[in-house]
């Protein structure tokens, strides 16, 4: 206590005490204890910042494994937009943007597409010189990888391929089917898978793949009489 017998610490002119910085105030000339931590509005900022953080990262997240394609969007795209009765332009986009879409599938969605034929109809829907802009724009990733599946897989899976494949090639080359492609645009595929084999595939999937390599020049000269 003070002279003036107030509670020590306190200042009568102003009328508040001077204990006030430590979390205290007077009231009615007594003293009310108040929790003062300086570093709360910190930690709320520090949880508010990370909330934000993950919730843009979240979003991220889901917006790319939306955008990123699968067989089922592709084929919905296909359907969705017909070629028919579109200008030459718009033709041009739904074609790069079909292209674009099958480059990002892996190689297994790719060989669920190939194997359900689910692209032909688009595909013959194409003119000559569009099918040579599609295949410009999509056969070095297939082929890369397809070398790619062929060097990482089991040699006795492999081979079970190959064998299969060679089944499929000489009956489709007995069929005398042509395939639904010009001469140049086939000759381009042809080039394009040479070049990768060549250039992707390791010396055991060279051996291991040469028997197809052959049938498919048999098939081509079958295709040209």
Avoid: C
Avoid at 17 to 42: K, N, T, W
Avoid at 204 to 209: A, G, I, Q
């Amino acid at each position: 206590m003070t002279e003036a017998g107030t509670p020590d610490g306190y200042d009568i002119d102003s009328g508040t005490a001077r204990g006030e910085r430590f979390g205290v105030v007077a009231s009615d000339g007594l003293f009310a204890h108040r929790a003062y931590h300086p570093m709360r509005p910190l930690w709320i900022k520090a949880i508010i910042a990370l909330a934000a953080i993950w919730l843009v990262a979240g979003g991220v997240m889901f917006w790319a494994q939306n955008a990123q394609p699968s067989p089922e969007s592709l084929e919905r795209y296909v359907n969705a937009n017909s070629l028919e009765g579109k200008s030459s332009p718009d033709r041009a986009q739904t074609i790069e943007e079909v292209a674009d879409q099958l480059n990002g599938l892996s190689y297994e969605d790719r060989q669920e597409m190939r194997v359900g034929r689910k692209l032909n109809g688009f595909f013959r829907s194409l003119n000559s010189d569009e099918q040579g802009a599609f295949l410009d724009r999509t056969l070095p990733t297939g082929f890369k990888q397809m070398m790619d599946a062929f060097n990482k897989m089991e040699p006795e899976k492999r081979k079970k391929f190959v064998t299969k494949a060679l089944a499929d090639m000489e009956r489709e080359g007995a069929s005398g089917e042509q395939p639904p492609v010009d001469d140049e645009n086939l000759q381009k595929m042809v080039e394009q898978g040479l070049r990768s084999y060549y250039s992707d595939a390791s010396s055991e999937v060279k051996m291991d793949l040469a028997p197809l390599i052959e049938q498919m020049q048999k098939n081509l000269q079958w295709n040209a009489r």
